[in-house]
């Protein structure tokens, strides 16, 4: 069975860091591009960025509003996707998940992992 | 970046009726290379993540029921649900995979 999970979520101050993980089961996470895409209280789906795989140079792309300030990584030893924000500002709380990739679309969505920023 | 906008922002329709919803892309999402167009559509029901329904614009996801009809191509997409169910209740939104970034729909609230 595919799973992603997320963690790392949590209470961080505006101007502040925080690392969230996906973990993967139940498939060749090595393979895989992995997406990440949040989503305000409220609000719709904005997408944040894609790492692909080994084979694809671990090649990353972001959305331009958020490039310079959110990082993908993965590890692929350890079936996980890493997604470090810094600088963060109250507008980017938000659950944050992870997805596949499947031929370009999005097959598999963890259950999100909730981030606030706020003083 | 590609705009993708979605009307109506929200639907009520009967049980066991038809919904109709639509989405726009603001340019073609059709590959001349396959001659695919690269479009989805996922359901998102209240503190759930989105679950996949189609792709490639018309093609079930596995365990879709075949309730849900995608189609059109290019630039207009719509998405049908036939026989509306209390379960279909949820927000639907449509996504181009064409290119970076990514990009979805607004979203549409589907009620009964």
């Known amino acids: 069975e595919v799973q992603l999970v997320e963690s790392g979520g949590g209470l961080v101050l505006p101007g502040g860091s925080l690392k969230v993980s996906c973990v993967a089961s139940?498939?060749?996470?090595?393979?895989?591009?992995i997406h990440w895409v949040r989503q305000a209280s409220g609000k719709g789906l904005e997408w944040i960025g894609r790492?692909?795989?080994?084979?694809?140079?671990?090649?990353?792309t972001y959305a331009a509003s958020l490039k310079g300030r959110f990082t993908l990584s993965r590890d692929d030893s350890m079936r996980t996707a890493f997604l470090q924000m810094n600088s963060l500002k109250t507008e980017d709380t938000a659950v944050y998940y992870c997805?596949?990739?499947?031929?370009?679309?999005?097959?598999?969505w963890g259950q999100g992992t909730l981030v606030t920023v706020s003083s | 970046d590609i705009v993708m906008t979605q009307y109506p922002d929200s639907l009520a329709v009967s049980l066991g009726e038809r919904a109709t919803i639509n989405c726009r892309s603001s340019q073609s999402v059709l590959f001349s290379f396959d001659n695919k167009n690269y479009l989805a559509w996922y359901r998102q029901k209240p503190g759930q993540p989105p679950k996949l329904l189609i792709y490639?614009?018309?093609t079930r996801e596995s365990g879709v029921p075949d309730r849900f009809t995608g189609s059109g191509s290019g630039t207009d997409f719509t998405l049908t649900i036939s026989s509306l169910q209390a379960d279909d209740v949820a927000v639907y939104y449509c996504q181009q995979y064409y290119t970076t970034p990514r990009t979805f729909g607004q979203g549409t609230k589907l009620e009964i």
């Open positions: 997805a596949r990739q499947a031929d370009g679309y999005n097959d598999y």
């Open positions: 490639g614009a018309s």
């Open positions: 790492i692909r795989s080994k084979t694809n140079n671990y090649a990353t």
């Open positions: 139940g498939f060749n996470f090595s393979g895989a591009a």
